[in-house]
């Protein structure tokens, strides 16, 4: 059964950085497309990034963009997410989620349904 968990989430200070981390137990991490979503609590979660593991291929939210940098290491089956300059409204629980990458077009990158496997969510918090 394929797990992913996320690490690396805590308290920063405005302005601040943190990288949180996915780890995949899969068997080939390049047949996949991973994604990081977020969610506060009342709303919707959100896509922030997206990967292609076999070319590399990234997207990301306009709301990150500059600040946030994902990347993946396949020979360790991890995803990165490097989050620079955090601000408050960066607050939520981040999830890391895994698809087939042939079966997600550009135009579903962000779309939750397009991900069958989802980690458990690290906290991040930003405050001062």
């Known amino acids: 059964q394929v797990q992913l968990v996320e690490s690396g989430g805590g308290l920063v200070q405005p302005g601040g950085s943190l990288t949180l981390s996915c780890s995949l137990s899969?068997?080939?991490?390049?047949?996949?497309?991973i994604a990081w979503f977020r969610q506060v609590p009342g709303k919707e979660r959100e896509g922030v990034s997206y990967i292609k593991s076999r070319d590399g291929t990234t997207d990301y939210a306009d709301f990150v963009k500059g600040r946030f940098t994902i990347s993946r290491d396949s020979s360790k089956k991890q995803v990165y997410l490097a989050m620079n300059n955090l601000r408050p409204e960066d607050t939520a629980v981040y999830y890391c989620?895994?698809?087939?990458?042939?079966?997600?077009?550009?135009?579903?990158?962000?779309?939750?349904?397009?991900?069958?496997?989802w980690g458990q969510g690290t906290q991040v918090t930003v405050s001062s």
């Open positions: 899969v068997v080939r991490l390049d047949l996949y497309a």
């Open positions: 989620a895994a698809g087939p990458s042939w079966e997600i077009q550009p135009t579903r990158r962000f779309a939750m349904n397009a991900y069958g496997l």
